[in-house]
């Protein structure tokens, strides 16, 4: 077989037969097929699209390149979360304390930034002293005691993906729906978890800027999880604007705390406790609106947030932090940003606004960067607020004054204001499992 053929098969609009899926993959890990000729493929594949068949052995052919992790260690019925990544996405760290106080496990492996999106990991790395390099017993005994822990890969998973999703990066191919639902549910199914759940964003700062292709996305990662015996429920949540108003790390950590204590955004809680909801009823532990209540009541009664405490000391942290936020690193500068005209926001460049956190020192422009635990944006007004000229937008967080400047120019491109007032936005479009799509909005 010539990798040639293959590319040229997939350009002209063919569909690839199961050895010609098995070739590319085991001969790109091995280094037999180039990056140029991976590249190509991957150019192919987002014009011509793959089907259901083609994508579903993608993805087995990525998820076996590597380790396939087995979460027998850990009792019970392991559910795992996955957003397709956004800007202030902080769930996962008032997810997992909700479901573990409720005696669900949650065995996370999360993944760092890059781009405009946060990452769990960096969030989680500004508690002092919190290690994510956990090993695989110490992580197991964590789940089994403590009932969640949050940590970075370990082993080999998915090296398919790994190379792969570096050269997307570059070549212009993400944003394709076989290529996305293949990275991410190849590296869910290597993870070992028995059901997933799907954070499925949509709008200026995801991928998928419209609801029909986000539940193009998850209808194509509901197939495949299906397909392999994994129960997946995808959910399709608002990115046109930023969730909650905290955007970098230890900002973002902080209003996590904030959740759990009942005292956050109304966007951020209610994405949280659908997304903790969804969880738990994955699990079998009552029906989708017993789990919601079950969730809420988890926030008021404060054990959710003990459970964090615990997740933080089991992980080396120092959970005083959760309570002092004077703890956690301190940013050298800030400055006010105030709205120059009166105005609705009418829409938010949500993308922007990453940027703008990167600008500042809160991401990597390469895997290499070094993050500034302290940086970030604190949105005083979102899509849907009325600014007078003179309030305050948004208050950024950075070591030094040029940063603020780049943090600056780059956040107000991120603004629309209008006369108009725009319409309310939803929280959720819809949900989608294999009983079909629940349009929500
Ligand atoms: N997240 C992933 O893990 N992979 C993609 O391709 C896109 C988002």
Redesign the pocket.
């Known amino acids: 077989m010539r990798m040639y053929d293959v590319i040229e098969k997939k350009r002209d609009g063919g569909e690839l037969t199961n050895e010609e899926i098995d070739f590319f993959v085991n001969g790109y890990v091995s280094g037999d097929v180039t990056d140029y000729q991976a590249a190509a493929l991957c150019m192919a594949i987002f014009y011509k699209g793959m089907n259901a068949r083609e994508t579903a052995r993608l993805t087995m052919d990525m998820a076996h390149s590597g380790d396939m992790m087995d979460l027998s260690g850990i009792k019970g019925i392991k559910v795992d979360k ?1 957003s ?2 956004g800007v202030g996405d902080k769930t996962t760290l008032v997810l997992a304390p909700i479901v573990a106080s409720l005696g669900v496990p949650v065995a996370k492996m999360s ?1 760092r930034g890059l781009g405009h ?1 946060g990452g769990t990991l960096d969030k989680l790395e500004s508690i002092p002293g919190l290690s994510i390099d956990i090993d695989l017993n110490r992580f197991f005994e964590i789940v089994n005691t403590v009932g969640c822990a949050v940590v970075g890969q370990t082993g080999n998973l998915v090296p398919a ?1 790994k190379k792969l ?1 570096a050269l ?1 990066d570059v070549t212009a191919t ?3 729906i076989p ?6 549910m190849s ?1 869910k199914i290597a993870a070992g978890a028995d059901k997933i759940l799907l954070d499925v964003k949509c709008g200026s700062g995801a ?1 998928m800027k419209t609801p029909e292709d986000a539940i193009r996305l998850a209808q194509a990662m509901v197939e495949i999880g299906e397909e392999v015996g994994r129960t997946t429920v995808a959910l399709i949540t608002d990115m046109g604007r930023p969730l909650g108003n905290a955007i970098g790390n230890a900002l973002e950590v902080i209003e996590a705390c904030d959740t759990l204590k009942g005292v956050a955004p109304e966007d951020l809680t209610e994405t949280c406790i659908e997304l903790a909801a969804n969880m738990l009823f994955l699990a079998g532990k009552a029906s989708l609106e017993e789990c919601r209540d079950l969730a809420r009541d988890q926030i008021d009664n404060g054990e959710a947030f003990v459970k964090l405490h615990e997740m933080v000391e089991a992980q080396g942290g120092d959970s005083r932090a959760l309570d002092d936020y004077s703890l956690f690193a301190q940013p050298k500068v800030s400055r006010e940003v105030r709205a120059t005209e009166s105005g609705w926001v009418f829409t938010m460049d949500t993308e922007r606004t990453g940027i703008a956190s990167v600008a500042l020192g809160a991401g990597r422009a390469t895997k290499e960067d070094a993050i500034d635990p302290a940086a970030g944006i604190m949105l005083a007004a979102k899509t849907g607020a009325y600014l007078k000229k003179g309030d305050l937008m948004a208050t950024l967080y950075a070591a030094d004054e040029a940063r603020l400047d780049e943090g600056e120019r780059i956040l107000r491109e991120a603004y629309e204001l209008r006369e108009e007032e725009p319409a309310p936005i939803p929280h959720f479009f819809a949900r989608v499992s294999r009983d079909g799509v629940d349009r929500l909005a």
Not at 179 to 184: F, G, K, M, T
């Open positions: 996955h397709t990544g993944g999106t993906d999703y997307r993400v944003d394709s290529l996305i639902a293949s990275s991410i590296k991928f």
